[in-house]
């Protein structure tokens, strides 16, 4: 980010400037903190109460956090039913495939309830309440120099605000840290575990376009699938039964038919995960030259074998697609990330900032006292841990999360140690068939011989990468034997452990040695790896206690510089808001990319040969005819993605855009390649969010599966509305009005 003045730049790069509201994800209780003229303008037509309200129903009704905070989800109808992306329910789709239904590859689509298909683990929650809590945490935090001891107070405060929010109610509650502990709010959450699929188009929509698309504009992904949320018949949460009704919601979104037109006001809510708006120029140069290269050379190694494996086999594609895209995302994120902290020159803009709070801080003994050391701090603590940033990342990426039966060892040894322990008898045995029972799902979902080979890979560019006095006792040890290549230690391993066979896993079950298991050579990786990131934990501990402080005395100085500035704060997987506008970009010289792509670019990008741009036959057909009913814009095409200056981050995937009346536009589901510094330095000028068309959703829903009982039960407003519609449970129509 390149400007000439300090103060523009802490406007675009820290809070909500005065000429642009598009950067910055908002708490929703503090959006009346912001100047309502200017959101006015941008064309937001609804109240800070409309938006999130205790008392009265408000947008925050109808949005979910997934899981816990790995996407966001919206209700879109009475009856409970939720959309979110492809790709966030994209384990789901794959759990629930087989080689005789093969619902990731073909799509499904519930016709009626009873078809619908319960997502064991899933739950959704939505937020009832948020409380600024700051003044009954600081003020105990007084004298506390240690940023360990510090954390452990704010825990145990955090832990008793929450029980006495919630007690003699089903909420759940926690306590977030903001600005780097320098603001804690209370959130109070209703969790529902009864979801179920309603719907997913075939890979070829959702997934269209791949890894070689992923973060890239112009984009063409249907990327959406859609759920619905039940509860008990009291109205309560409620584990999966066949009794549960559907959620009966306090506020869902009616959907826009209008589609949007260049400067057209959009606002995401969500739950964006983390950003590192504030990450001092020595954390980028550590992203840059350290970490950032070695995420991404782990994961090309694994994502080969992956690619390899699951080529060859159906099964393995099944067994692994969440996993493969899950670990491709972040590869090309990583790559991204990295190659745009260059190009935009985020480490020259931090620097300028550091210098400007630097002169601040020096300014009279009072700030210097209390301020002035922050960055040399952060500068030091990064210096430290310079030296095992490349370690600390092979042992996650390439130890604990490499091979599948590294964690499974790890996890299932203390489950056989305890076995070991009970006397015979019958508690012994249940405990024994509840081990087999478990070992059985695992082996269920792995493919022995694929995870064979990561280990393999991994443990190979451990040894090769690693200074060995930072490996694990087994890597060292493995190179004194007689293993000359690293696929035959691990085919030795593989061959001997009873981690690696169901078989031999039962057979020590029905006959427990604690002799075996100390010689397993699965559980002695395991263990090595496990001791190895407690290493490094404990010597991070001091330089991270350092970065930590350093970053809570620096933000606290900034926002000290500008009290009066509105500061936003990093995301943590809690409730926000952003505001932004539809808006075309120009990503180099002498090129513009529009604001929109129709499904003319589906058919350029066409390719049946290739598994990315492989196009429904269903779909070509409606091209063909030019059959896109009541979902073609103005001109008769049929609108498939959209960009904006919105601000989002993971966990925003499958955030409702929303217009200015409070109508869905569309399904945020990524960000485009040339801001991808973005989580570390918004990019005003380049920064765009790309999203799917509504109208593209419902036209997939609605013409290609067929399944118009599901476009019935939605709200579709479909000319100007000066007011939404109804959208409570108490007052909103079963249906919308026929299609045609």
Known sequence: MRTKSLLLLLALFMGFAPLRADEGMWLPMLISRLNQRDLQKMGLQLTPEEIYSVNNSSLKDAIVSLGGGFCTGEIISGQGLMLTNHHCGYDAIAAKSSLENDILTNGFWAKDKGQEIPIEGLFVSFLVRMEDVTSKILPQLEGIESESERSAKIAEIGQQLAEEATTGTHYEAEVESFYVGNEFYLFVYENFNDVRLVGAPPSSVGKFGGDTDNWMWPRHTGDFSMFRVYMGPDGKPAPYSTDNIAYKPKHFLPISLKGVQEGDFAMTFGYPGSTDRYLTSFGVEQAIAKKNPTVVAIREAKLSVLRKDMKASDAVRLQYASDYASIANYWKYFIGQTEQLIANDVKTSKEKLEAEYLKWASATPERNAKYGNALEMIKQGYAITDGVVISNTYVLEGGLLGAGSVLFTYRFNKALEDLLKMPEGDEKDTRRDELKMAAAQH??????????????????????????????????????????????????????????????????????????????????????????????????????????????????????????KIFYSDANSTMRASFGNVRDYQPKDGVTYDYYTTIEGIMQKMDNSDDEFMVPDKLVELYKAKDYGQYADKNGDLRVNFISTNDITGGNSGSPVINGKGELIGLAFDGNWEAMSGDINFEPSIQRTISVDIRYVLFMIDKVAGAKNLIEEMTLVRAENPKAPPTSAQDAPVASPTMN
């Open 443 to 564: 082996f269920e979902a792995v493919n022995i011989p694929t995870d064979r080979a990561l280990f393999a890979a991994t443990t190979t560019m451990y040894a090769e990468n690693v200074p060995e006095a930072q490996q694990p006792e087994f890597l060292r040890d493995a190179k004194s034997e007689t293993f000359a290549e690293w696929q035959k230690y691990a085919d030795n391993v593989y061959s001997k452990s009873i981690f690696t066979n169901q078989d031999r896993l039962n057979a020590f079950l029905d006959k427990p040695s604690a002799k075996k298991l100390t010689k397993d050579p699965m559980k002695k990786a395991a263990e090595d790896f496990f001791g190895i990131y407690r290493n490094v934990g404990q010597a991070n501990a001091e330089p991270n206690e350092m970065i930590r402080k350093g970053n809570r005395l620096f933000i606290d100085g900034l926002r000290q510089m500008y009290p009066e």
